[in-house]
């Protein structure tokens, strides 16, 4: 068995074999990661708009459903609609510690079946039960951390109440966010993400998703269809008093 | 005029044995343009067929000589692009073991023109009256194209000509199929290549297809006039210099 | 295509390629489509240069220090509660992965797309070992319902009809479907989404590895990477260990180049980045994840003729460019990868006398490296590929006794003449209608298709004695 040690020998012992090799390097990291988002985030309180609107452009252009609400009552609201015109009935979400108290008992009063993640440290029996319900699931309701204007794509960060299923196994995904998940491009994104690495506190999850419209796979053919694996609808809610 | 340029023509293998009329074109072509031109006699060919199939040892040895045979020349003029390349891109490396012999191979390519690019960037693209007359259109051939950078002489040349239409070719930056060996090693796909481009050609109901590669030319040429096509496959050189170039 | 069709010569392959007009049609379709998709990108997207230039060195920057990257990289996955293995050989690696399975009482097990595991050809060895591999992929999950390798790296069934996917769907599930995309599609989710739930390990590839925070970048469009690493236990990434990149900021530059060369999105509908396993208090995701940094004939090249094939992001945008692609597919070539690149990297992986022929499958036209979104200088390479078919003594005996004898004749003038005079007689008998429409020998194949002009009755050097005057 190769172990580190030999493996990393080896992969030395060729590299002082190359002749002349050009000058060159990889990409400049901001020094400061963390000022350097805070400055982003701040141009972004004004420039949100302008952003919303490439967002929604791009978003569309990838097969997304944007709308754009006034509070979470409004939010919630545009949920059931949502559900109600595609006959759907089962609802799972990510924790009301993350997307509020309101958003379980206004879906529920809506007339849907909601399991909801709950907070905590779930045990076996908690995560089969929740797994299930994604897996039965026709909405998943989740938030999105950032929304990059650039690509039209909703940035989830996976954590305690932040389950990947619920944007994952349901046919239906719906994502509510505010203006503070807005970003221009991937650039900004790149800088934020090394923001976060840089403070080990901050991520309190194993994974990052880009979700850039409903699953797609065009292998028969080429003609494109929807929903091959994941979901085959994506809808984002843009709350204003987010 | 006082002091007429001067060129040498690196005529290549293929336009000296199967093309001497391009040859021919070419020369009272250039010496209409005021130039004086000088045919170094012992030449063969640039070495490129060797070199592109991995003979490295003897495609310098063919360099080698050709550097020599030119070394006095002001400038070396090619009608095709990819000799043009293997001089200009491809000689300095194989004769860099001797530093000096390296060095004029550097001095050979900075001096070394694709025809087109001779015609519009030393001689500054002067007008040029030739009796051809048609619908032309233009195959990029990948050489002079990728290798050279370079797609807009030849058609900057053939848009000034008064009697001529350049109409542009569908795919034209894509490969003829040649390929040199490639063409005779793998002859049904180079001509399942070749069938697209000269469908293309003769959608573009151009008389003639034009292109600066001897090599281009041959493969065109020959799909062309077995499928018995009204197009013809002609050189630049052979447009330029009109009825001249008999 | 079985690995036993490599004894049929790959001018036969290639042959039989050309004779199947339904994959003439659908290669040319694909191609074309991607071809265009991938050119209107880059023309809306000015800074695309710009970026390409900075992904290919940020590639050659990560290759002159790939082992601090790659312990830093394994540094910060174990940081992360990963595990990470280290595989010099594909065998070691399929071992690594059969023992982690076998250990963990693993009997079913959803893949995501990955050229690395069809490279070391793990389902064959999986399924012997009793494990059920699944390909998730819809293109991958249907060549390997027909035992099939991929033909395109990013399309891989592009070479099947419906009809044909109709059939071996209404074969395997044993009840008649309709030959609709759509239709297809709904039921390979239905059957994909039970194998979801049920597996045990998930194992994917790895399109980037980022070393200063230990994770595993995963793209997709049909989500099927995330599922592969949201649902299962276990996580098995297998990396070629080039994949490391620096950073994030890294990562955004490919990013933004990758789906662009790939199919002419911004962004693939899906970017997974995965950081170990699930953390406390995550409701889903694996408990355990492993990560193998695989050699397997890579660091030979560190300093060889191929390095800059490592440079590779596996987009498939120099196949959809390449002539020769476009006639013959990805299954002519006979190996794992196909294509101009893929021609490097089988002899990167399978040792030069695997592409004696393959070698010489490419016209060196240079659309390849023009489409690469690192730019990498595929023509040059492949030259360099055949010298050393020369100097290994690789190439047939023949073939290079004419070459070493044609340098004779090009450095010999008197002698180049004279052959020049000798074409022109034997040419006699077969010229007609001043051209040469069938020769024999060697010439044949050039003749079946086309004419060849006749050596001319003068030749340029005996004309220009009249023009010199």
New interface residues.
């Given amino acids: 068995?190769?172990?580190?040690a030999?493996?990393?020998q080896?992969?030395?012992g060729?590299?002082?074999?190359?002749?002349g090799?050009?000058a060159?390097?990889?990409?400049?990291?901001?020094q400061e990661p963390g000022a350097l988002a805070e400055t982003i985030r701040r141009q972004l309180a004004e420039r949100w708009p302008a952003a919303l609107a490439r967002f929604s452009e791009?978003f569309e252009r990838?097969g997304g459903v944007l709308y754009r609400v006034a509070d979470m009552e409004e939010a919630c609201a545009t949920i059931s609609r949502i559900a109600r015109e595609r006959s759907a009935q089962r609802v799972v979400t990510w924790a009301t510690s993350v997307l509020g108290a309101e958003l379980e008992p206004r879906l529920r009063a809506g007339g849907l079946e909601v399991a909801g993640?709950t907070?905590?440290?779930?045990g076996e029996a908690?995560?089969s039960r929740?797994?299930h319900a994604s897996?039965q699931a026709d909405i998943g309701v989740t938030g999105a951390d950032l929304a990059v204007a650039?690509?039209?794509?909703l940035v989830v960060l996976?954590?305690?109440?932040?389950?990947?299923?619920a944007s994952?196994l349901p046919p239906y995904h719906v994502a509510v966010f505010g203006k503070g998940a807005l970003v221009e491009s991937?650039?900004q994104?790149?800088?934020i993400?090394?923001a976060l690495?840089r403070d080990p506190g901050t991520?309190?999850?194993?994974?990052?998703?880009?979700?850039?419209?409903?699953?797609?796979?065009?292998?028969?053919?080429?003609?494109l269809?929807r929903?091959?694996?994941?979901?085959r609808e994506v809808h984002a809610i843009f709350v204003e008093s987010l | 005029m006082a002091n007429p340029v001067r060129a040498s023509l690196l005529v290549t293998c293929l336009v000296d044995l199967f093309y001497p009329e391009v040859g021919v074109a070419m020369v009272r072509l250039l010496r209409r343009l005021g130039v004086s031109v000088d045919f170094p006699s012992n030449q063969t060919c640039c070495g490129l067929p060797l070199f592109n199939s991995g003979y490295h040892q003897e495609a310098a040895r063919v360099a080698r000589r050709t550097v020599r045979l030119f070394a006095h020349s002001e400038h070396v003029v090619v009608p095709s692009g990819s000799c043009a390349w293997m001089v200009k891109k491809e000689y300095p490396g194989l004769l860099k073991d001797d530093p000096a012999l390296g060095a004029q191979a550097e001095g050979l390519g900075s001096r070394t023109y694709e025809l087109s690019q001779f015609i519009v960037k030393v001689l500054g693209a002067p007008d040029i009256a030739t009796d051809f007359r048609g619908r032309v259109t233009y195959h990029d051939s990948c050489h002079l194209l990728r290798g050279l950078g370079e797609s807009q002489s030849p058609r900057q040349l053939l848009r000034r000509l008064p009697g001529v239409e350049l109409v542009e070719l569908p795919g034209a930056d894509q490969c003829c199929g040649f390929g040199g060996s490639f063409s005779v090693r793998l002859p049904d796909v180079s001509a399942a290549i070749l069938k697209k481009k000269l469908e293309n050609a003769e959608a573009t109901g151009a008389d003639c297809l034009v292109a600066c590669d001897a090599g281009c030319l041959m493969q065109m040429s020959g799909g062309l006039s077995r499928k018995g096509s009204r197009v013809r496959a002609v050189h630049l050189a052979q447009v330029l210099a009109g009825s001249d170039s008999r | 295509m079985s690995v036993g069709e490599l004894k049929v010569p790959f001018v036969e392959r290639a042959h039989r390629a050309l004779n199947d007009r339904f994959l003439q049609e659908?290669l040319n379709?694909?191609t074309t489509?991607f071809m265009t998709l991938r050119h209107e990108a880059f023309q809306a997207f000015p800074q695309g240069e710009a970026l390409r230039e900075?992904a290919r060195?940020?590639k050659?920057?990560?290759l002159?220090k790939?082992?601090f990257y790659?312990?830093q990289l394994?540094d910060n996955v174990e940081r992360?509660g990963g595990h990470?293995h280290?595989?010099?050989t594909g065998d070691?690696a399929r071992g690594i992965i059969l023992r982690l399975a076998q250990e963990r009482g693993v009997k079913l097990v959803v893949k995501s797309k990955s050229m690395a595991t069809e490279e070391i050809e793990l389902n064959e060895a999986l399924e012997h070992a009793g494990i059920t591999p699944v390909e998730?992929?819809?293109?991958e999950y249907?060549i390997q319902l027909a035992r099939e390798k991929p033909s395109h790296i990013i399309?891989?069934?592009?070479h099947?009809?419906?009809g044909q996917?109709a059939e071996l769907f209404s074969r395997e599930l044993k009840r008649p479907l309709a030959a609709d995309?759509?239709v297809?599609?709904?039921v390979?989710?239905g059957e994909?989404?039970e194998k979801?739930?049920q597996a045990d390990m998930g194992i994917t590839g790895a399109n980037f590895a980022v070393a200063?925070?230990g994770?595993v970048v995963l793209i997709t469009?049909?989500?099927?990477g995330?599922?592969v690493?949201?649902?299962p236990r276990i996580h098995v990434a297998l990396m070629g260990?080039e994949k490391v990149?620096?950073?994030?900021?890294?990562?955004?530059?490919f990013?933004?180049i990758l789906p662009r060369s790939a199919t002419g999105?911004?962004?693939?509908?899906?970017?997974?980045?995965?950081?170990?396993?699930?953390?406390?208090?995550?409701?889903?995701?694996p408990e355990e994840?492993h990560l193998i940094?695989m050699?397997n004939g890579r660091?030979?090249q560190?300093?060889g003729t191929l390095?800059e094939a490592l440079y590779c992001l596996r987009c498939g945008a120099c196949l959809n460019v390449c002539p020769v692609y476009r006639q013959i597919g990805g299954h002519a070539y006979g190996y794992t990868y196909s294509g101009p690149i893929g021609i490097l990297l089988t002899a990167m992986l399978h040792g030069n006398h695997a592409v004696r022929d393959l070698a010489h499958a490419s016209s060196l036209c240079g659309a390849c490296q023009e489409a690469c979104p690192v730019k990498i200088d595929i023509p040059r390479m492949l030259i360099e590929l055949r010298e050393h078919l020369d100097r290994e003594r690789i190439a047939p005996l023949a073939e290079r006794l004419i070459f070493k004898s044609f340098a004779r004749v090009l450095t010999t003038p008197a002698l180049y003449r004279v052959l020049g005079r000798l074409g022109r007689l034997l040419q006699r008998p077969f010229v007609k209608d001043g051209r040469l429409g069938a020769l024999p020998v060697f010439l044949r194949g050039w003749t079946d298709h086309r004419d060849l002009p006749p050596v001319a009755e003068r030749s340029f050097r005996e004309r220009w004695r009249e023009l010199e005057r």
């Fill in positions: 068995m190769t172990t580190r030999q493996f990393i080896r992969v030395r060729e590299m002082a074999k190359t002749p090799l050009f060159a390097r990889s990409a400049d990291r901001p791009e990838v993640e907070a905590g440290l779930p908690e995560r929740f797994r897996a650039e690509t039209g794509s996976s954590g305690p109440g932040k389950a990947r299923s994952l991937l650039e994104v790149g800088v993400f090394e690495h991520m309190s999850g194993a994974s990052i998703s880009f979700i850039t419209g409903p699953s797609r796979t065009a292998d028969i053919e080429l003609t269809t929903g091959v694996h994941g979901p | 659908a379709t694909a489509r900075r060195e940020i050659e920057a990560t002159q790939l082992d790659l312990e394994a992360l990470v280290w595989a010099a070691e998730t992929d819809l293109g249907i399309a891989p069934a592009i099947k009809t419906k996917v995309p759509e297809l599609t709904k390979a989710r994909l989404r979801f739930l200063d925070t994770t469009n049909e989500g099927n995330r599922l690493t949201t649902l260990m990149i620096p950073s994030m900021t890294d990562l955004m530059v990013l933004s999105q911004k962004i693939s509908s899906y970017v997974t980045l995965v950081r170990g396993p699930r953390r406390p208090g995550e409701m889903d995701g994840f940094v050699d660091s030979s560190l300093a390095r």
